[in-house]
């Protein structure tokens, strides 16, 4: 369908890939891969036809029909969305614009011969016979699907394009290119501006897309579950893998470490060979061989690591303070904009320790949500009670807008950890793609994703015990990704995370909250758990794949329910009273705890010997009766937990 013969790019003097030869079949779905920089979105504009290479030619099958949306796009268009889209289907505007001119023809002309009506007349039933063939006219139901999946609710359809923001016209976009009957399509980036439920309504479509698809996508979950092959660039060459996304992972794996394990063979070996050279470059008895040592140095061929090889760097959050067991509580919490109410009458408690993402569709009330968590909004009734040793730390977009700009992003990240070595922040850095000098640029030249991986680096170095993170993952690539997930499965704090990156947030989080427009409900497991609840509640199937219409007795199942919690209440009763008393006990001997730590700083305890040997052994005793309360709440509160699982898995 396409081929790529004898590619080559360069940029700044250096190639991105030389000499590339790739053949794109019919139905091929491919992830293009490679470290940032790499020449990816080149490559992508080239095929599409945007780009011409320096050198290379790229032959496509006769009238193929390409799609390609670009990670970021200008749109000014004042039509509504549904004509905006409908308007990119050129053979639906070609057999329009005929049509019309026909009947314009057949109306306005008063001596039009028998032969040209004739004509015209076969011309409109051919035309008829070609929209019948091409399912003209479900091409606005068609339309509308597209739009409703991607997020869109019936009342924007008709709304002018120009009066959504950029995420969403992107969107607009990307409901063109589905639209349209695509023999490729080229997606860089598509799911940054999805929520949770219109990225797998878009992996379903192209799952089911009958033409071939390259894509650049740092969402694994996503490219593992739509591509079957992989196109990598990889030091300025590019190479097919066959397979699913982990299986091409699982080979760069093992070819990584073979190439790390030959470089470092090399290395040794040529200082080695520069000892050897040092040592015996002034004694006449050894000329000979220090030549023929010398010249072995100018012929090698050097192994080179890639840049994304130079730092394999795992972080940790500082040990952050501990909170109280709910570091935040919400009672009866309603938001409202003017006549708009986002969020009404929301209750829950932020248990210590608990790792929960917010997701549902965008516009819900999730970024509200978290706003009012970290401090940032306040409430339109209600309350929030933030515990008293809740120390929170706040992560979105507009906060990296906040950062000091007459700061350098080493004095940013210092501020935050003046403790903290150079080398220590500089690996911080590192991770998020500032190396070498780039340390040292001021914030005020840089772009909007780079104040946000600032920002990010930043959260890596407090020492909050409740994290509030809104799309962290947005402007990072796989690397610093992996970087950022590791530090968050290992802190010991609270968190909170807006996301719909299931591979990023799959090892980090036990619970879900889905928020929806005057909804909120709980899912108590991980991103898994809660899409396969999502996947059981729209897609019932029979063992024949076809919908089966599912019969209740209302009557039973209300007392089926009604049965089912009277149970847990009698198995959870005294459990709750008593962890409910621990939670209590806690806090006194932590608020007792925290008054005598006082007490053996004063001069007239210390200076006491009496008085310091009672203050120290009711220290003791409130330390261990506090462990101890600690010790039984946990594993109280562990039992509970698999009592309700267990309740609640009759209930699903």
Not at 100 to 117: C, G, P, R, T
Not at 353 to 368: D, H, L, R, S
Not at 517 to 539: C, S, V
Request: with cysteine; glycine share 4%.
């Amino acid at each position: 369908m396409i081929d790529l013969l004898n590619l080559s790019v360069q940029f700044s003097g250096e190639y991105l890939f030389e000499n590339v030869n790739v053949r794109i079949n019919p139905g091929d779905k491919i992830a293009l891969v490679g470290s940032n920089g790499s020449g990816k979105s080149t490559l992508l504009k080239i095929i599409s036809g945007l780009l011409e290479p320096e050198s290379g030619i790229v032959q496509s099958q006769k009238n193929i029909k390409i799609g390609y949306l670009p990670q970021e796009l200008i749109s000014n268009s004042e039509r509504s969305i549904f004509e905006e889209v409908k308007s990119s289907i050129s053979f639906v505007n070609e057999l329009d614009n005929e049509e019309s001119e026909i009947h314009d023809k057949l109306n306005s002309a008063y001596s039009l011969s028998e032969e040209f009506h004739d004509k015209y007349i076969h011309r409109l039933g051919d035309i008829n016979n070609i929209k019948e063939k091409f399912g003209y006219y479900k091409i606005d139901s068609e339309i509308e699907k597209i739009l409703l999946g991607l997020g869109f609710k019936v009342s924007d359809l008709l709304r002018p394009c120009d009066e959504f923001s950029g995420g969403w016209q992107m969107r607009v976009e990307l409901a063109k290119i589905l639209a349209n009957e695509n023999d490729l399509i080229l997606l860089d980036e598509p799911t940054n501006h999805l929520d949770i439920d219109s990225l797998q309504w878009l992996l379903e479509f192209l799952q089911n897309f009958k033409g071939a698809i390259l894509l650049v996508s740092h969402d694994k979950y996503f490219v593992n579950n739509v591509t079957t092959k992989t196109l990598e660039i990889f030091n300025k060459e590019v190479n097919f893998y066959k397979g699913k996304y982990d299986d091409y992972l699982n080979f760069k794996k093992e070819r990584d470490e073979q190439l790390i394990a030959r470089y470092r063979n090399q290395q040794l070996k040529i200082k080695s060979t520069e000892r050897f050279i040092e040592r015996f470059r002034y004694k006449n008895t050894k000329a000979k061989q220090v030549q023929s040592r010398i010249k072995q140095l100018e012929k090698l061929e050097k192994i080179e690591l890639p840049v994304e090889f130079e730092s394999n760097i795992k972080i940790r959050f500082p040990e952050p303070p501990r909170s109280t067991i709910h570091p935040v509580e919400l009672e009866n919490v309603t938001k409202s904009y003017g006549s708009l109410e986002v969020l009404k009458n929301i209750n829950f408690k932020i248990e210590r320790g608990e790792k929960i993402a917010f997701v549902g569709p965008n516009g819900a009330g999730k970024t509200t949500l978290a706003r009012i968590i970290a401090g940032e909004l306040s409430v339109t009734s209600g309350r929030i009670i933030i515990g008293d040793a809740t120390r929170i730390a706040y992560y979105a977009q507009e906060v990296a807008d906040n950062l000091d700009t007459s700061l350098n992003i080493l004095e940013s990240v210092s501020e935050i950890s003046p403790d903290s070595t150079e080398s220590r922040l500089r690996s911080i850095l590192g991770s998020f793609l500032f190396s070498g000098d780039d340390v040292y640029k001021k914030l005020s030249i840089l772009s909007g994703g780079e104040k946000s991986r600032v920002a990010l680096a930043r959260i890596l170095l407090t020492k909050a015990n409740l994290i509030v993170l809104d799309e962290p993952t947005n402007h990072l690539d796989v690397q610093s990704k992996e970087i950022l997930q590791n530090a968050l499965v290992n802190y010991t704090g609270s968190l909170i995370i807006v996301s719909h990156d299931v591979d990023f947030l799959r090892p980090v989080i036990d619970k879900v909250i889905e928020i929806r427009p005057m909804q909120f409900k709980y899912y108590y497991g991980g991103i898994d758990y809660y899409l396969q609840k999502k996947f059981e509640e729209t897609h019932t199937f029979s063992e024949k794949n076809k919908p089966v219409e599912i019969k209740v007795n209302k009557k039973e199942q209300k007392r089926i329910e009604a049965e089912i919690r009277q149970k847990k209440f009698s198995a959870t009763k005294e459990l709750k009273q008593r962890i409910d008393f621990l939670e209590k006990e806690i806090e006194k001997l932590e608020d007792v705890k925290t008054k005598l730590e006082s007490e053996l700083l004063k001069e007239s305890v210390y200076l006491n010997p009496v008085k310091l040997k009672d203050t120290n052994q009711h220290y003791t005793d409130t330390k261990t009766k506090l462990e101890k309360a600690i010790s039984e709440w946990t594993e109280k509160s562990d039992e509970l937990s698999e009592i309700e699982k267990s309740f609640k898995e009759n209930f699903n």
